[in-house]
Every structure is written in structure tokens, then in C-alpha cells.
């Protein structure tokens, strides 16, 4: 069963920094597009940033340009979201999936919790 597993979450100051990192199992990796998302209680799950298979293309959502940077380890099935400048509204459960521009993958993984807060 195609599976990804997210880590790297955990409570930061404002203004702190953190890197996820999601493993992918049971799919050829470095063909897909990757992406992270992030989701908050009431509300859709929202594309935070997204990498080609090669690496070589990158999206970002307005709210995290310049702060956050994706990328990917096609060698170790690993994608990576380092998170610079963060601030209580990047408060949220991150989730990866495969697809550039809408998730691709049906079983959605347990998510990190990132929290930003004095």
C-alpha cells in the first residue's frame, strides 16, 4: 500500500525555525511531483508549497514565499519543508501528498503538528 509518513513538527517561538520531512513507501518516488499541505480545525486543507519530480520546479502559497523552502531526496523517498520566520497563523497539522497542484495519493498520512507561540 502506497504510503507517506510525515515528522518534524513540534511547538517554536515566533520567528523560529523547523524542517519536516516526509518518507514515501510502496511508489515509484522521484516520478511524482510532491507536495505539502496544512490543515486547521474548521478549515480545507490548504497547498502550502509543491516540487517536480526532478526537483527542478517549486510552487509556493503567497502566505509562505520567501520563508519556507521544499525540497526532495529522490535517493532517500524524502521530501522536506524547512520553515524559517515562522509565525502563529503557520499554526497547523502538515500533511504531504503526491501531485504539483491537488493531492494525488487517497490515504493521507498521520500529518505533523507544527504550533507557533510564546
Known amino acids: 500500500q502506497v504510503r507517506v509518513a510525515e515528522s518534524g513538527g513540534g511547538l517554536v517561538q515566533p520567528g523560529g525555525s523547523l524542517r519536516l520531512s516526509c518518507v514515501a513507501s510502496?511508489?515509484?518516488?522521484?516520478?511524482?511531483?510532491m507536495s505539502w499541505y496544512r490543515q486547521t480545525p474548521g478549515k480545507e486543507r490548504e497547498l502550502v508549497a509543491a516540487?517536480?519530480?526532478?526537483?527542478?520546479?517549486?510552487n509556493y502559497a503567497d502566505s509562505v514565499k520567501g520563508r519556507f523552502t521544499i525540497s526532495r531526496d529522490n535517493e532517500k523517498n524524502t521530501m522536506y519543508l524547512q520553515m524559517n520566520d515562522l509565525k502563529p497563523e503557520d499554526t497547523a497539522i502538515y500533511y504531504c501528498?503526491?501531485?504539483?497542484?491537488?493531492?494525488?495519493?487517497?490515504?493521507w498520512g498521520q500529518g505533523t503538528q507544527v504550533t507557533v507561540s510564546t
Open positions: 510502496r511508489f515509484t518516488f522521484s516520478i511524482y511531483a
Open positions: 516540487i517536480s519530480g526532478d526537483g527542478r520546479m517549486t
Open positions: 501528498n503526491a501531485g504539483f497542484k491537488m493531492a494525488v495519493l487517497t490515504n
